[in-house]
């Protein structure tokens, strides 16, 4: 159990994100007053898991008081509320998301934040195909990278509390800007996401009345489409908002798949086979 360097969180948004952050605070800094903001079934959901102590219905009163504000929106949602977020924030406190493109966040949040409260961009890569409080999980994040906005040599005292916070969730803290961000997670994320939904739809169409081919899918079909799973609410904003890298990531998957292609009936394709199993290696070294 650690010291935590803040008193009172508020929670902007109790979902899947918002509720594993808060549990994960919860576990680790029962100390922290948790207030939650979101709509009144979504709050009464998180009071259920003990995920916050209380709920607000509005979203001033639940940021004033706070020396955290963790927004956990979608993309559209958050840009729409960090006026409001910035007129309301103590002086002094981080405000910091979790959405899963920078740029337009951190863009909009430097009209925004021109002192006092101080912004913080960050991207947890972490989740769950089902969404919800229900099945938010206090060590979410544990081992899995938890992305932040700037140079690190640059960061204030209370990025940096942020980041020790981080740390003892058991992520790890990866500093960058959002546009590399951008670029990074339309490969590693955004990427494989279209990829799971795509070939959900191959399967779904080359499926006869018969039930073949998916009556012979075993658990790799299914590994495969576990991503498939997520609903296409989470993504709209995250395409809309990143569609140059998606773009560019899709592109290099389609140039990929003709090369292998055409290597269908030569054992040269054992080197792609080599490639994508060091690849593989390493990331679950990694993970």
């Not at 920078?102 to 002192?115: D, L, V």
């Amino acid at each position: 159990m650690a010291n935590a360097p803040f008193h009172r969180a508020a929670i902007v948004g109790t979902g899947l994100i918002g509720g594993s952050f808060a549990l994960a605070l919860r576990k680790r800094f029962p100390h922290i007053s948790l207030v939650g903001y979101g709509r009144a079934e979504s709050l009464e959901r998180a009071r259920g898991r003990g995920a916050i102590d209380e709920g607000a219905s509005d979203l001033a009163g639940a940021v004033r008081g706070a020396d955290l504000v963790y927004i956990a929106l979608p993309i559209g949602a958050t840009i729409e509320a960090l006026p409001a977020i910035a007129k309301a924030a103590e002086p002094g406190s981080l405000v910091t998301d979790a959405c899963s493109t920078k740029t337009a966040i951190c863009r909009a949040a430097k009209e925004q934040f021109r002192g006092g409260a101080h912004f913080l961009g960050g991207h947890p890569m972490a989740g769950k195909e089902r969404s919800g409080v229900e099945n938010a999980d206090a060590d979410l994040f544990r081992g899995a990278p938890y992305v932040l906005m700037g140079p690190e040599e640059t960061a204030g005292e209370r990025a940096k509390e942020f980041t020790g916070m981080v740390r003892a969730m058991g992520a790890h803290p990866v500093w960058t800007d959002p546009e590399t961000h951008d670029w990074a997670a339309g490969i590693v994320s955004h990427l494989p996401q279209l990829l799971s939904v795509a070939l959900a739809n191959v399967v779904q169409n080359e499926t006869d009345e018969t039930g073949l081919p998916l009556a012979l899918a075993g658990q790799g079909l299914s590994d495969m489409l576990r991503l498939a799973g997520s609903p296409y609410e989470v993504w709209r904003d995250i395409l809309l908002t990143n569609t140059e890298n998606v773009s560019r990531a899709l592109d290099r998957l389609a140039q990929t798949v003709d090369h292998l292609r055409t290597r269908l009936a030569s054992k040269d394709i054992e080197q792609e086979f080599q490639t994508a199993n060091e690849l593989y290696k390493a990331l679950r070294k990694q993970s």
